[in-house]
C-alpha cells in the first residue's frame, strides 16, 4: 500500500502543476527552455552541514567540473559515475550529492558526480563526450569492472548514451561493470506504439508529460546524432548487467517491453524493478518510506 506521504508529495506535485510546466510545445517551450538555461548558470550548493563523515573533494576533468565524494578514511576499490536526471535541462540539486553520500557509504564506492553540460547550450553528443572525459579520469585509478554508472532518468539515458558513443566511435574505452538506471528515457521520441501507452498513463503521471519527449528531441540530437537518443534501436551486445527501476504511475514505462526484448536479442542480462504505485524517480523523495526502500534497492545493484 501507498505511503501517506507518498500520497501527499504525489497530490502537491498535481497540485503545483509540475507536468503542465513541461507541457509546452513551439515558442512556449523555447521560453521554458530560456528559464532553464537561466537556472543551470546557479552554483550547485553543495550541503556541506550534511556530509560531515565524508570527502567532498572538487575536480575538473577537461573542462569539466566533478565532485567526488567518499568515505572519510577509505580507499575504495569500486567507483559509481552519477549522472543526475532532469531532461537535460534541469540543474542537479544538493539532494543528489546527499545520495552520493548514501551511495558512497553504502555501496563502499567512490562517487564522481559530474555537472556535466546541458541543453539548450550544449547538444547531447557534447553532453556524452564530456561525461566520457570524466569516465576516462575514472578509469585511471579504478578496474572497468569495479565502475558502474548510475543514472535517474535523463541521466539513465545518458548512462546508455555513453556506452552507445564508445562503442559507435570503436573507442579503445572498455564499458563498466553495471549500469543501473531509474526510470531511463530509451527512446526519445517514442514510437507510435510507445506514444499510446504513455497517453494511457498520462493521467497517473504527475511529472512527465508525453509531449516533452517530442519537444526535446531536436533541442537535444538530429542527423548522424540521433541514436543517442534511442537506445532501444541500437545493438547492445556486449553492454554490462543493467538493472532497471520503473514506476507504475509513470510514462516511461511504457519503454519497458520493449526493452526486455532488445536485452534478450543482444544477450543482456537484465534486472527490472517495479514500483507500484510509484511515480517517475520516486527514489529522489528521500523522507518517504518507498524511496528510502528503494535506495536500499539502488545500494545492492551498485555493490
Not at 554490462?240 to 536479442?265: H, N, Q, S, W
Request: hydrophobic share 40%.
Amino acid at each position: 500500500m501507498t505511503s501517506l506521504r507518498c500520497k501527499m508529495v504525489s497530490m502537491l506535485f498535481r497540485l503545483l502543476g509540475v507536468s503542465r510546466m513541461l507541457d509546452k510545445e513551439g515558442e512556449a517551450f523555447e521560453a521554458l527552455l530560456e528559464t532553464y538555461r537561466i537556472r543551470q548558470k546557479k552554483p550547485l550548493a553543495v550541503p556541506y552541514k550534511k556530509m560531515r563523515g565524508f570527502d567532498v573533494l572538487s575536480r575538473t576533468a577537461a573542462g569539466t567540473a566533478v565532485y567526488v565524494v567518499r568515505k572519510q578514511g577509505t580507499a575504495p576499490k569500486k567507483a559509481v559515475l552519477y549522472l543526475f536526471g532532469g531532461g537535460y535541462i534541469l540543474p542537479p540539486d544538493p539532494g543528489d550529492i546527499v545520495l552520493c553520500g548514501q551511495i558512497a557509504e553504502e555501496a563502499d564506492a567512490e562517487v564522481w558526480f559530474p555537472l556535466y553540460p546541458m541543453a539548450p547550450e550544449h547538444r547531447l553528443v557534447q553532453t556524452v563526450q564530456s561525461t566520457l572525459q570524466v569516465y576516462r579520469e575514472i578509469l585511471k585509478n579504478f578496474a572497468p569492472e569495479n565502475v558502474r554508472f548510475f543514472g535517474t532518468s535523463s541521466g539513465g539515458g545518458l548512462a546508455m548514451s555513453l556506452c552507445m558513443y564508445i562503442r559507435h566511435e570503436k573507442l579503445e574505452v572498455p564499458l563498466p561493470g553495471k549500469l543501473v538506471l531509474q526510470s531511463p528515457g530509451l527512446q526519445v521520441p517514442p514510437n507510435d506504439t510507445q506514444k499510446e501507452e504513455m497517453q494511457r498513463l498520462a493521467k497517473a503521471d504527475i511529472m512527465i508529460p508525453p509531449r516533452f519527449f517530442d519537444s526535446i528531441a531536436p533541442v537535444l540530437a538530429s542527423g548522424d546524432e540521433a541514436y543517442l537518443l534511442s537506445p532501444l534501436l541500437f545493438d547492445l551486445t556486449g553492454f554490462p548487467p543493467i538493472k532497471i527501476f520503473y514506476g507504475t504511475r509513470e510514462v516511461m514505462i511504457a519503454y519497458l517491453k520493449d526493452f526486455k526484448k532488445v536485452c534478450r536479442k543482444y544477450g543482456v542480462r537484465l534486472n527490472v524493478h517495479i514500483g507500484r504505485g510509484m511515480m517517475h524517480c520516486w527514489g529522489a523523495m528521500e523522507f518517504v518510506p518507498e524511496a528510502k526502500a528503494v535506495r536500499q534497492e539502488y545500494f545492492r545493484a551498485l555493490r
